[in-house]
Nanobody, 116 residues
């Protein structure tokens, strides 16, 4: 069974930075496109960044230039470097596979809060 464990969230001021981590176990991780998703209160979960097994990355327009996704296949880890955080970025952030409309079981996510 696939297990996803996100960490690294917290409270930062606008303009601050965070680095999120996601540990993946129970699957041959390196063959999958992985993504970071976020869900703000009252909103649907959305994909904000993805990275293919070859390392190609894609970003949602609102985060381009500020968030950077990366992966370490040897460690079964996915990362999200978040810079220049804005008041519209707060949400629970999750990692999961990017595969149409099917996902592995969701982890608990990690909360990002941006406030002065």
């Amino acid at each position: 069974q696939v297990q996803l464990v996100e960490s690294g969230g917290g409270l930062v001021q606008p303009g601050g930075s965070l680095r999120l981590s996601c540990a993946v176990s129970g699957i041959i991780f390196r063959i999958y496109t992985m993504g970071w998703y976020r869900q703000a209160p009252g909103k649907q979960r959305e994909l904000v960044a993805s990275i293919s097994r070859g390392g190609s990355t894609k970003y949602e327009d609102a985060v381009k230039g500020r968030l950077t996704i990366s992966r370490d296949d040897a460690k079964n880890m996915v990362y999200l470097q978040m810079n220049s955080l804005k008041p519209e970025d707060p949400a629970v952030y999750y990692c999961n596979v990017v595969s149409g409309s099917s996902w592995w079981d969701w982890g608990q996510g990690t909360q990002v809060t941006v406030s002065s």
